[in-house]
């Protein structure tokens, strides 16, 4: 008799053990819910400071672009690396300088010119649309963009537009001076920033943090260094080849160009369309010509430039990189788009680092091309 009872004892009555089940149920919901409101909290902080988190990642950038030429200089040189940064610094301020001394009159000029010419090339497409019946209940309901833009500026109140343009400036100047303030802070005391990040994590760690933040410094350099070589030599190639053809503002096409190619995919295309409005309006096989140079040119960075610079470090998969375009595009408009390609390389180098090698095992992945 005693041996049953402590049998019962130590097996525990079906009361108890229905206690138990509900007990461990509830620690399980109560953790569950902390898991879930952690998550919501944190979406909602990166939503919220998203623009800010992007602000410090354009200063993250601005930094690794100036240790590129800073770094081979004190490679070569046996100046220290801070001389090397004022070096660098002091170059491209002079490089500048010149370059919107001749530059920017010109292409301001004929951005001008550019901003007004660009409506007459929409003519053309309404013209050959107006032809095919099905289409001309959708255009008689559809005003002209010069119309469009006519009635929309004169419906604008003085002062909000005064006002909204004001807030635009102060916006923007603000958003450079962070960038700068943060790039040139990371720069100039890189080795500190970098050395403080590690230290956040065990011992037993460290190494392996330092290791990782090696290779995502070395995929952005070249992901950089990629990036300002296609600009320039696309910004001449088309600046140049629009230029021979005949084509209007050709030294203001070429700008924008280059600068749009420091977005991938999506710059191409926000690229080519004010060249072909403007190829439109000398005529359809003017449109052919540019369409076969902006063709060309894309092909020059997609065989040639890309694969020689940018993919020595890392390949991104162009479907993610154009999600991650979008999402961010969307999400917080011209800078998201902008910065969408290197901070997918981020990602996709955490992922590998993190989840594949370090939860999943799986240690034959490569993360960049070294």
């Known amino acids: 008799m005693q041996e049953v009872h402590a049998q019962g004892r130590q ?26 409101l952690a998550v919501m ?7 919220y400071l998203l623009h800010v988190f992007l602000l410090l990642f354009a200063g993250l950038l601005l930094a690794t672009l100036l240790h590129i030429p800073a770094d081979w200089i004190s ?32 292409v301001g000029s004929q951005f001008d010119n550019l901003v007004q010419t660009l409506p007459s090339g929409l003519q053309p497409i309404r013209s050959f649309l ?36 004001f807030s635009g400036i102060v916006g923007v100047v603000t958003s450079l001076f962070v960038i700068l303030f943060v790039g040139l802070y990371l720069a100039f005391q890189r080795d500190l920033y970098s050395a403080g990040l590690v ?6 760690r460290r190494e392996h943090m330092h290791d990782i933040l090696e290779d995502l410094g070395y995929a952005l350099k070249w992901w950089l260094l990629g990036r300002v070589v296609s600009m320039v030599v696309l910004g001449v190639f088309t600046g140049v080849g629009l230029w021979l053809l005949g084509v209007p503002f050709a030294l ?40 076969l140079l902006y063709y060309g040119a894309q092909t020059i960075e ?15 998969p162009p479907v993610l990189a154009f999600a991650v ?32 090698q370090d939860v999943l095992g799986d240690t034959s992945v490569q993360v960049v091309n070294h």
Do not use: C
């Open 325 to 356: 375009q979008l999402i961010l595009g969307v999400v917080s408009g011209a800078l998201g788009l902008a910065l969408a390609f290197p901070i997918a390389i981020v990602g996709m180098i955490l992922v590998k680092r993190l989840y594949i």
């Open 302 to 316: 997609s065989y040639l430039l890309t694969p020689s610079v940018q993919q020595q470090a890392v390949s991104l």
């Open 41 to 47: 909290i944190g979406l909602f902080l990166l939503w």
């Open 252 to 291: 203001t096409l070429g700008v924008l160009s280059g600068l749009f190619s420091f977005i991938p995919i999506i710059g191409s295309i926000l690229a080519v369309i004010p060249a072909a409005l403007v190829a439109l309006t000398q005529g359809p096989m003017m449109l052919l010509y540019v369409l």
């Open 75 to 106: 490679e070569r040189i046996s100046i220290g690396e801070r001389w090397s940064l004022l070096l660098v610094l002091v170059s491209g301020l002079a490089l500048l300088g010149l370059g919107g001394w001749y530059l920017a009159p010109r």
């Open 199 to 204: 230290k956040l994590f065990p011992k037993a």
């Open 11 to 36: 097996q525990g009555t079906p009361h108890d053990q229905g206690t138990r089940g509900s007990d461990h149920f509830a620690r399980s919901a109560i953790l569950a819910t902390g898991v879930i």
């Open 130 to 165: 107006d032809q095919y019946l099905w289409f001309q209940p959708f255009m008689g309901e559809m005003p002209s963009l010069r119309e469009a833009v006519s009635s929309t500026m004169g419906n604008v109140n003085a002062f909000s537009g005064i006002s909204r343009l």
